[in-house]
């Protein structure tokens, strides 16, 4: 009978702590490196691209086909970056361009603003806009961009439907553009060699696409971005080809190049998280969703958090349901350890002469009771740990909720004035009233839509913690509390530690929102400190455990 528990013992213990072991995976440590250390990378971006707005800042009195030139290399730089930034760019290049009077450059700004609008899953504005370039009389350069971004977008548009009837007819049609644009890219370049290899793949060969795709990383001064592209179209390859170990290096590789270069809009680490869940390694797919997401809500990209949106909650419970069946497997253990030591005090009971092995008998019933209160600590450290999670993931949720429907209502408000803009610009461009045009635009208050903005900032932010500011003034005595004024929600001060609250802890950034210095931000929170009852970093923790309504 002992015999049989003990190998029971042996065979469940077994699995569960199989189940248990960390990843043993030089490449995902590298991904999980570069994880770690995408903040520095995209440190570097943002450094980049604040040269380049000096550049521009010089440039300004300078004619506007150089400006167009400086705007288009910041419109590259967000392009996988932001989607924000980058669609602001596109609309300063269409601007500059009808400035210029430059049909050419006015559709080359077209398709770079279809980009932005594929990128963010704006499939209906993105086609209208893309229906709008005029090809005749451009550059080879502008069809090749154009035709590749028509084959993209239908592409994405049967992605993103993933249904049996519109998605075949939709990827037809992708790779008609795509074919289209091999017409007028140059042979010697990386789009000639990567879109003539998805050519060559409809035929069925897919061994030699690999071929040469793996020719194609193999080029010299090839960019992270480059090779990322390369190496996620070679990991779908790999998934058409069965072969999961090649599909989950090719698509580690291409998050890794993904995050050196600070792309955003990118679905390699997607992927990653449902191999790994498939495989049941759920501490490494919730490593990359998690990535997934952020990416996508850091882009904007609205297909992208829908896609991510579907698998997050699945990785979620299995997490969940992970942790259930080891309280069930430790129970378990504990009920065979239990019965082998009724089965050893019956067993020294039989041989009561037998003393010496009865003390010994006892000593391990002691043991074994020690490692029980363990497991018991261990199990009601990891409840403990298990609320903290579910607390923080419901507020999170909540935040993300009110910060989506108040997001989509700000862009529905706002593409709504857009339109009735451009209706009148186009208007007035027809009936040649330009000073109407440049008077439309000077009326343009850029500070008064940055105060509603805050405002409604302010709003979203009180709605979700209604209690912050009687929380915040709990910090200081009485004469030095802060109190908005009657046609503020949140002033200056205020504001500073609620966007903290958010998560946005970094001066730079919150400096770049408010549009102050980022020593004037220092300044101000030092100040506020100062005054505090509590010590600068209790009044931190404080602050960043406020809870929501």
Partial sequence: MIKRLLFFLFVFGKGFFVYAAPVNDSLFGKLKNAIEESPKYDAQKIAEIDQLKTSLNALS???????????????EEYKTFNYDSAFLYARKMQESSYQAQRPELIEDSKVKLSFI??????????????????????????KADYYSLMGRYYYDLSDYNNDNYFTPFYYKLGNLYIDSSLLYYKPSSFEYAYYKGLEDLKTGK??????????????????????????STLS?????????????????????????????????????????????????AFLCVEKAIQDAIYYGARQRQVQVSSILPIIEVAQVNAVEAQKKMLILYSSIATLLLLSLIVLFIIVNKQNKKLKIAQSAIAEANRKEQEINQKLSVANSKLSVVNSKLSEANQIKEEYI??????NTDFFSRIEKFKKITEKKLSDRKYDDIKYLLNNINLKAEKSEMLKNFDKVFLKLFPDFISNFNSLFNEEDRIKPDEDEL?????RIFALMRMGITNNEKIAQILEYSVNTIYAYKTKIKKKSIVSSAEFDEIIAQTKSD
């Avoid at 300078?62 to 288009?72: A, K, R």
């Avoid at 995050?259 to 998280?273: G, Q």
């Fill in 206 to 231: 897919r061994s030699e696409t690999v071929l040469e795709f793996m020719g194609i990383l193999k080029w010299p001064n090839l960019s992270y971005h480059q090779k990322a592209l390369v190496e």
């Fill in 490 to 494: 949140l002033n200056t001060d205020l």
């Fill in 117 to 142: 609008l594929v990128s963010a899953g704006l499939f209906k504005d993105a086609f209208d806009t893309l229906h709008s370039v005029s090809l005749a009389g451009i550059s080879d350069s502008i």
């Fill in 61 to 75: 009195k300078n004619g506007l086909p150089g400006q167009y030139i400086m705007i288009g290399e910041l419109y």
């Fill in 405 to 410: 429907v108040h997001f989509f209502n700000v």
């Fill in 236 to 284: 779908g390859i790999y998934r058409e080809m069965n072969e999961t170990a090649k599909e989950t290096e090719m698509f580690s590789l291409a998050a890794i190049d993904d995050i050196k270069s600070s792309t955003k809009e990118t679905t390699a680490t997607l992927y990653l998280s449902q191999i790994y869940f498939a495989e049941g390694n759920l501490k490494a």
